[in-house]
């Protein structure tokens, strides 16, 4: 992260934390058919991902994003506090935290559709009033970019930190929503980036690892560390300070079966690993084991503790 001498001691999320409606089916139903669900639960969703990873992998975290006052706004609030994560703006009265209805199939591939509520309404006054230490990571997510109004309003506010303040980006399947001009006046002011390596043509013009480095740091001068993410198979690592090629990394040999948490618990462990110092190659080892740990193991869709990563690397799998 820029200046790497400086401890990051705080992960501030701005954008949007709501409810996933999680359904267990065999495959995507045909339009118009009516098919029986293999199981559901509701969980919290969206930023939360990345701000429990971070939390449980040591660094601590606050949320600065709308939420409402239903039921939805208090089951968010209510799990943030269980994980010991700050939230920073106060509820919206008279309005509710939206949800996402995610279809899982076997093998843990995931379909989304949001019905957005309180989170996707952040605006710049709530941003001018946020209060961030110059030892802060803010994260921002391209789900929230993507939102018209929010998203202009985070990526004029980023424009406005102070230099010594990190900030980081996980680009996400709704990559190409995303206005061009918003991805560019982001991307100038992130210090780390992750990214799925599927979405390095559509967004940086090119498909090769270390070419995608290159332009993703023409694009992002103050880049320090970028991450590719290829899900089931691991990820490549980009030490952008030292200047060197990016590296292969790794994931565990297993079967996913809900992967509806892998990002962002991915980022969320990248981050707390920089945090500490880690090597972006080491942190990002860390990140896989994390993310597939918590989409195939007996709680699927878990986030899986750092106690919980240290067993597995010492005495399941070392990484190789």
Known sequence: MQAPSQERRRLVFVGSVLVDLVVRVDELPGRGA??????AHATPGAGFDVLAAAARHGLPAAFAGRHGDGPFGSRVEESLAAEGIDVLLPATHGDDTGFRVGLVERGGDRTFVTCAGA????????????????TDVVHVSGRDLAQPGAGTAIAGWLRTLPADIAVSLEVGPRHDDVPSDVHTRVLRRCDVVSMPLSATGSLLGTSGVKAAAEALHDYAPRL?????????????AYDAESGSAPVEVPAPPLDPTDGTRMDGTHTGVVLA???RGLPVATAALRANVAALLGASGRDAADIASAATVDRF???RWNGS
Not at 34 to 39: E, F, S, T, V, Y
Not at 225 to 234: C, K, L, P
């Open 34 to 39: 009516d098919i029986l669900a293999r199981g």
């Open 313 to 315: 690397l010492g005495t």
């Open 224 to 236: 320090t560390a970028a991450v590719f993410r290829r899900g089931v198979d691991g990820c490549w």
């Open 119 to 134: 989170e996707s309404r952040l605006d710049t006054a709530d941003l001018a009033g946020l209060r961030l230490e110059s």
């Open 273 to 275: 690993g920089l945090a």
